[in-house]
Nanobody, 131 residues
Framework: QLQLVESGGGLVQPGGSLRLSCAAS????????IGWFRQAPGKEREGVSCISSSGLVTNYADSVKGRFTISRDNAKNTVYLQMNSLIPEDTAIYYC????????????????????????WGQGTQVTVSS
């Protein structure tokens, strides 16, 4: 069974840090572009960051640029999202998704996030930034 599982969410104070993990089972992540998305209550799911299958290309939404870092460890079949300088507006459920490079790599290069083009999704992990 092909599955993505996110972990690492939690409650953190403003200015704090969290590292989210996205682990795959049933398939190898190094064949896929990985995107991180988030959905806050009452809002649409939005793209946060993406990383190419090789890891050479990364991109970020303007709202997180300079604070979040995406990386991948293909040996561990895991992608990470390091989140620093967290603010209350970062509160959301965070999802990772895997997409075929043929469809989503160009979008990642252009810093575009099209949810429908990603094939596999995790169940999400809650991140709450609050004092």
């Amino acid at each position: 069974q092909l599955q993505l599982v996110e972990s690492g969410g939690g409650l953190v104070q403003p200015g704090g840090s969290l590292r989210l993990s996205c682990a795959a089972s049933g398939f190898t992540l190094d064949n896929y572009v990985i995107g991180w998305f988030r959905q806050a209550p009452g809002k649409e799911r939005e793209g946060v960051s993406c990383i190419s299958s090789s890891g050479l290309v990364t991109n970020y939404a303007d709202s997180v640029k300079g604070r979040f870092t995406i990386s991948r460890d293909n040996a561990k079949n895991t992608v990470y999202l390091q989140m620093n300088s967290l603010i209350p507006e970062d509160t959301a459920i965070y999802y990772c998704a895997a997409g075929s490079p043929l469809r989503v790599q160009a979008m990642c290069v252009m810093n575009q996030f099209q949810r429908a083009e990603y094939d596999y999704w995790g169940q999400g992990t809650q991140v709450t930034v609050s004092s």
